[in-house]
């Protein structure tokens, strides 16, 4: 391949990013329905149906980005448990993945909460399919740290912890915004490693 068409590859990969990035900011500020393709082009500079090169509607435009932000917590809870051989090694490891990905990409968990029905059957069904895989590593992890729990114990630990470490969307900008206010990001991994080793 010529440079220019690895050239022409990555402008195109980078600008399928930064759509994707200002889409999830826009929908978790307004709601799917409160934004237009109009609005979304607005915001990357291009007008709305020049979008279309990219995505074929809006509703295809919110399944690429909850099916790749759940494609992207797989590989990383994967690769984790391919990195430490110590369950509680694993966990404290898929703790910090899990903070890092709720900081990073907040607007994206408000997408989820408040627009999953309103993918295509098939994304849903798609995302849902990744998200229980993704749930079924942390699942085999507190198993081999909790042996002696069963599974639906530990199940409903894990979406515990989901829900303490996902409730950041709501709850970081204020924190940050505080003058001197703690460490949110250790604040979070020390009470998910508390309600999940106690």
């Known amino acids: 391949m ?25 929908f978790a500020e307004r709601g799917f329905s409160g934004v237009s393709l109009e609005d979304i082009g607005g915001a990357v500079g291009v007008s709305g149906p ?66 999953l029905a309103s993918l295509s059957e098939s994304d849903r069904h798609t995302v849902r399919r990744l998200q229980r895989e993704y749930v079924e590593l942390w699942i085999g992890i507190l198993s081999a740290v909790h042996p002696d729990r069963d599974e639906d114990d530990l199940r409903v630990r894990a979406h515990a912890c989901f829900g303490l470490i996902n409730s950041t969307p709501h709850t970081v900008r204020a924190a940050r915004s505080r003058a001197g206010s703690r460490d949110v990001r250790g604040i979070l991994r020390s009470m998910a490693e508390a309600s999940l080793t106690a």
């Open 2 to 26: 010529t440079s220019g068409g690895t050239d022409r590859g990555r402008a195109k990969a980078d600008r399928h990013a930064t759509i994707l990035h200002e889409a999830a900011a826009l």
């Open 50 to 115: 020049a979008l279309y090169r990219h995505f074929a509607n809006k509703q295809a435009l919110l399944g690429a980005i909850l099916v790749e932000v759940s494609e992207r917590l797989l590989a990383g809870g994967r690769a984790v448990l391919a990195a430490h051989d110590d369950p509680l090694a694993q966990l404290a490891a898929i703790i910090d993945f899990h903070v890092e990905f709720a900081l990073r990409d907040a607007d994206v968990i408000r997408v989820q909460d408040r627009d």
